[in-house]
Structure formats: structure tokens, C-alpha cells
């Protein structure tokens, strides 16, 4: 019997949506008590961890614990730093390495990588508040067509993420930014059909199999959105499974807007189904991850 320790909820801003997700990956490890034993292990908004409704220290929380599923979003659970505590620990669990996190969670270090691969990525500009000069606004102002997409450099889930129309949104958004993340990022605003592509390692006879993206587009378009987050999720170094999100223009270009190493798995999710969409039961993508520890 395999003990699996869910880790759920933490202090980020996807709190809720990371509640959903624990409970949906407990929910199906209870379809098959023949092989595993989950625990659910519960973290507070201030990063106390609870097992049985105790509070516990994390390593006496993951004593009986074989392999951890992480299903925490966002700051703690998907920038690296719970995953450290977890090497520290040396348990295994789900879902990518502290190193891999940090960089995929850093927007603007992974579009670098991205434009290292000639991956199409939107213009953009990566702004510190020590570089917040009105000289660089209104440069920005000048060379971008409106409106721009103001996001944080570091996060995901889309939090933090709005639009700026005018000269005087633009300051006011970008400063609002540096609440979320100490950098900002402002990007081209992409026409066309979003899209996402989830992948997942050593499945179906590949080595990253990709699911069939959603949305509707062209076969020869599907098929470029799935290489593409092939490629984004091997060269961030990612390991299990990921999803990336796209824009395919109406000339048919295909942008990656990023990649995400902790996707939102739940049964209204883009994840949960695409698995559907192929045929493979949200189960046996669960027991299929675990499969891909040896322990």
C-alpha cells in the first residue's frame, strides 16, 4: 500500500482553486484503496501544515508518507520553495524540482529561455520600480499599440494580470503590480484564439505526450501548439506534467503567452478535460504520475 500525503489550501492567492485540486486528486486516490493510501495534509494561510486536524511540524506531517502530491498554486506551493523543503526531506513527490519552479514561476527569466528556442513570445518590456521613470512610460506609450497587457514577473494563475488603455492606467497599473511581484512586465496585447496544451512525461509510448489542445483551431495549428509545449516544458527543465498557454493570431502565428508547472486539476479544469478529451480516465493520470517515481 502506497501512503500518499495531498498537500492542499498555503498562503498564496490561489488558496481556493488549490483546495479544489487536493481534494479532487484525494477524491481519486480513494477509487483505488487497493494501491494507495492518501493523507490528506492540509496548509494553512499563515503555512501551517495540519495532519488529522493537528498542527505538525511538515517532517512529522510526512512521517508514515511515501510520495507527496503536490497540489499547491502559486507562492510556497509552485515557486520552488515547498519543493525545497521536500528535497531537503528527500521524499519524492509529483510535479517539477525546486530549480525548474523558481525558473518557470519567473515570467520574464522563462521567456528568455523561450526566446533562447525561437519561441514566439508577445513584445514585452521587464520593469523594476527603481526603472519606473515617466521617460520609460511614455517610451512604452509610444512603441506599444493599445491596449498592453500588464502582468507580475513572478506568479500564475493569472493573478495580477489586467489591461492598460491610456497613458495614466499604464502608470497606475504598473505600480499596482509591485504589490504581486517586484518586477512588471508589459506586453503586446495578441488578437486571436487562446489556447492551452497540457503535457505529460512518458506517456502513451512518448516521452512528453501532449494532449490535444483546447479550443478551435486548424489540425496543422494543434499540432504547433503541441510541439511547442513539448519543447517549453523539456527546455525549463519540468518533470511529470505542465500546460503552456497560447494565442494563434488570425495569420496564423503562435505565440506562447507561458508555461505553467503546477496546472489547476479539477474537474472544471483545462487539464481534467483534455484528459477526457483523449480518452484517459482523470484517475489513471493521477495513478500514472505517481507511477513515475520509482521509490
Not at 477524491?27 to 493537528?54: A, C, N, Q, T, V
Not at 517586484?182 to 512518458?202: F, L
Not at 503541441?226 to 517549453?232: D, F, I, T
Amino acid at each position: 500500500m502506497i501512503k500518499v500525503a495531498v498537500l492542499r489550501g498555503g498562503p498564496s492567492e490561489e488558496y481556493d482553486v488549490s483546495l479544489k485540486t487536493g481534494a479532487h486528486v484525494l477524491s481519486l486516490l480513494r477509487e483505488m484503496p487497493e494501491k494507495y493510501d492518501p493523507i490528506d495534509i492540509f496548509i494553512s494561510r499563515d503555512r501551517e501544515w495540519h495532519s488529522s486536524g493537528l498542527v505538525e511540524e511538515p517532517h512529522r506531517a510526512l512521517r508514515h508518507a511515501n510520495i507527496v502530491w503536490n497540489a499547491l498554486h502559486g507562492e510556497y506551493g509552485e515557486d520552488g520553495q515547498v519543493q525545497r523543503e521536500l528535497e531537503k526531506f528527500k521524499i519524492p513527490f509529483t510535479g517539477s524540482g525546486s530549480l525548474s519552479s523558481v525558473l518557470t514561476i519567473n515570467k520574464d527569466m522563462a521567456k528568455k529561455v523561450f526566446i533562447e528556442h525561437s519561441i514566439l513570445v508577445p513584445k514585452h518590456e521587464v520593469l523594476a520600480e527603481s526603472d519606473l521613470s515617466d521617460e520609460k512610460l511614455i517610451y512604452i506609450f509610444q512603441n506599444y499599440l493599445h491596449p498592453v497587457i500588464i502582468k507580475p514577473s513572478r506568479g500564475s494563475g493569472g493573478i495580477g494580470v489586467t489591461l492598460a488603455k491610456s497613458f495614466s492606467e499604464l502608470k497606475e497599473k504598473i505600480k499596482n503590480i509591485f504589490i504581486y511581484s517586484p518586477k512588471a512586465i508589459v506586453e503586446e496585447y495578441i488578437k486571436g484564439k487562446d489556447t492551452t496544451c497540457a503535457v505529460v512525461d512518458n506517456a502513451r509510448g512518448e516521452k512528453v505526450y501532449a494532449l490535444i489542445p483546447d479550443g478551435d483551431l486548424s489540425a496543422a495549428h494543434k499540432k504547433e501548439v503541441e510541439r511547442l509545449a513539448k519543447l517549453s516544458h523539456q527546455i525549463l527543465g519540468l518533470r511529470h506534467y505542465s500546460s503552456s498557454d497560447f494565442v494563434v493570431t488570425p495569420k496564423g502565428k503562435v505565440y506562447l503567452i507561458e508555461t505553467n508547472a503546477q496546472p489547476k486539476f479539477h474537474p472544471e479544469s483545462s487539464l481534467h478535460q483534455s484528459l477526457h478529451t483523449v480518452g484517459w480516465h482523470p484517475r489513471d493520470f493521477v495513478d500514472h504520475v505517481l507511477s513515475l517515481h520509482h521509490y
